[in-house]
């Protein structure tokens, strides 16, 4: 099996979260942003695991972009340089590989970024292994609560195994 792990971060958790679910699912599965997850990355993975934070109920929009580059209570600048999972998604060549999602935010969120990664992927000929997991941020902009990398890390590793199986 193949798997490759594909994030949108702007303070580093869900890049984080990211790390713990490929080492998860064992050694040497990549780790990608956005730009990095090519349509030749996507095409040699049987397994692809997308995550992004849940801001406003979902992924980001443009103006929230926007308004995340102005926001001066952020203990650091958030990192906009990558292409945004929404455009990600909506460039996402045509696949047949199988799918997880994941998200990173608040505990009480009535809304989901990985339900919309999953609609985009499914679009795109992906077939759903897992429903989507949501990791817990302590604040605003992080850190990870205590024990979600740890649960990151475990989820990963239950997800390579039924991919295993096929």
């Known amino acids: 099996m193949t798997a490759i792990v594909v994030y949108e ?11 713990a679910v490929a080492e998860g699912m064992g050694p040497g599965t990549p780790v990608l942003t956005t730009d990095e997850a090519t349509a030749e990355a996507l095409g040699s993975a049987d397994l692809v695991v997308v995550g992004a934070p849940i801001l406003g109920f979902s992924l980001t929009t443009a103006n929230m972009r926007k308004s995340i580059a102005q926001d001066r209570k952020a203990p650091q600048a958030a990192d906009l340089s990558h292409t945004p999972m929404r455009e990600w998604l909506d ?13 990173t935010g608040f505990t009480w969120s009535p809304g989901s970024s990985g339900r919309v990664i999953g609609r985009g992927l499914a679009r795109a000929g992906y077939r759903v292994i897992a429903k989507p997991e ?22 990963g590793a239950a997800l390579a195994r039924p991919a295993l199986a096929g």
């Open 9 to 19: 971060s702007f303070w580093g958790n869900t890049a984080h979260v990211a790390r």
């Open 91 to 103: 460039d996402l060549p045509r696949g047949d590989g199988r799918y997880a999602t994941f998200e």
């Open 134 to 155: 949501r990791f817990i941020v302590a604040g605003s902009y992080g850190p990870m609560r205590d024990g979600e990398i740890e649960r990151a890390r475990a989820w």
